[in-house]
């Protein structure tokens, strides 16, 4: 699964999130040097291979110190809930123009961003879509990923800064529910994912969907193919256990949209009291 070839250093934003623990350590054999980046606390570097950097990606200057150096950036920060859109700004809109911007800066030819399934989100469960459907984003973190899908295309048209956007499902443990059977992603896939987003020649911005090899899958990679993922695990062993708990109904956003509740978070800043 891993690459042949290493980075000198690779930049992983959002290394204390819950993805990026995880790949805090699964992305070690691409680099002879990761540099670690997140606003919150992180975990103590580990080692030499490790370098930690606090980062607001709001910060214009700060963002710019953190990219110098690097050769490749996986960029996975900012918030990744639904949120009120002023949130949303900071973190996932002006973050993601400034990890650009530095990458042009500094030489950066390659991001693989974290997209998300949330920039189609009002897609209904029963349509089988591909990369080229309108985008449909189903909440202001869904509008932020749709934004930063843009940025990418831009920085490629314009820059030549290559891009893959991971338009990520679920991606935890174990699949918890109906619509996580369809947009499970295991970490083993994640990170295969990554690895083709990071090595394979000439992606120009390539937007692919981030799923395992789920029996019900929603999505479409054929504009992707070029990438060679090749997602091995699978949500069904988890299938009777999960078909076993209640259903919910059927006009209920979990079981009609493929974005879930996300479809039906807000608004906010109604409540009394909220609204100047």
């Excluded at 606090?54 to 050769?71: F, M, Q, W, Y």
């Excluded at 969907?209 to 090749?230: I, K, M, P, Q, V």
Aim: net charge negative.
């Amino acid at each position: 699964m891993f690459a042949r070839y290493k980075f000198h250093r690779l930049l992983l934003t959002g290394a204390a999130g819950g993805l990026g623990r995880v790949l805090r350590e699964r992305l070690r054999p691409f680099a002879e040097v990761m540099r670690l980046s997140d606003v919150a606390e992180m975990a103590p570097a580990q080692g030499s291979f490790e370098e930690l950097m606090a980062c607001d990606l709001s910060d214009k200057s700060a963002v710019h110190a953190l990219v110098a150096g690097c050769d490749a950036i996986v960029h996975m920060g900012g918030i990744s809930v639904e949120r009120p859109f002023e949130e949303v700004l900071q973190a996932n809109i002006a973050g993601v123009v400034n990890v650009y911007e530095a990458a042009r800066c500094h030489g950066v030819r390659r991001v693989v961003f974290a997209s998300s399934n949330h920039v189609i989100g009002f897609y209904k469960q029963t349509e089988k879509i591909d990369a080229h459907v309108r985008r449909r984003p189903d909440s202001f973190y869904g509008l932020s990923k749709s934004f930063g899908e843009d940025v990418a295309n831009f920085y490629f048209d314009r820059y030549g800064i290559e891009t893959v956007s991971m338009r990520i499902g679920t991606s935890v443990p174990a699949p918890k529910d109906r619509r996580m059977l369809s947009t499970w992603l295991s970490y083993d896939d994640l990170v295969q994912l990554i690895s083709k987003g990071l090595f394979t020649p000439n992606v120009g911005h390539t937007v692919v969907y981030g799923a395992s090899a789920n029996r019900d899958g929603w999505w479409d990679n054929h504009a992707a193919a070029h990438l060679g993922f090749a997602p091995q695990d699978s949500s069904e062993p988890w299938r009777t256990e999960i078909e076993a708990l209640a259903a919910p109904a059927a006009n209920d956003p979990v079981a009609l949209y493929q974005g879930g509740v996300f479809t039906a978070y807000g608004p906010f800043g109604d409540e009394a009291g909220d609204v100047a």
